[in-house]
């Protein structure tokens, strides 16, 4: 089954720090979480993070330990007991981020090793001009839920489009 996800994060010197997770599956259940565990401290005092990020989480009783949401994320992506098909936009940080729920590449069997990246796929086919100018992805909020949702409907919008197996 494809799922389509979306991150929002925090970039430290030395990598990401999750701070939410949205991922909605082909047949429309739907997963998020905000990582309790991110440093809170440093993302109060960015002021991008605050305004852009953080006003679009749910509230903070709701917020989990990494471990939890690895767990719940587990149980959601393999529900149907085949490997996911993963599909992000611009998604690299997002696998980075995924991955390292799981404890870094290389993932474990029953995750992918890579996320297919809508965007790249959408350069490199010969998309009507129309078709292109309709692409909800092109309104991006920094809400991890609603962004994973916007993929998928730009995947739908772009599929015919595409060859797939």
């Not at 690895?70 to 490997?83: C, P």
């Amino acid at each position: 089954m494809r799922y389509f996800y979306d991150t929002e994060f925090d970039q430290t010197a030395t990598g990401y720090d999750l701070i939410s997770i949205g991922v909605v599956a082909e047949d429309g259940r739907t997963y998020e979480a905000v990582s309790a565990e991110a440093d809170w401290d440093r993302i109060s005092q960015n002021g991008w993070l605050m305004d852009n990020v953080v006003r679009h989480l749910p509230p903070q009783d709701e917020w989990k330990q990494r471990s939890t949401i690895a767990d719940e994320l587990f149980m959601f992506l393999t529900e149907d007991n085949e490997r996911p098909e993963l599909w992000g936009w611009f998604s690299s940080w997002d696998h980075t981020c995924l991955s390292k729920l799981y404890g870094g590449i290389p993932s474990p069997d029953w995750l992918p090793d890579f996320t297919h990246d809508l965007r790249a796929v959408i350069e490199y086919i010969n998309l009507p001009r129309s078709v292109f100018r309709r692409l909800p992805i092109f309104v991006v909020n920094h809400s991890a839920i609603e962004d994973a949702w916007r993929t998928k409907e730009t995947f739908d919008i772009v599929a015919p489009f595409l060859r797939t197996p």
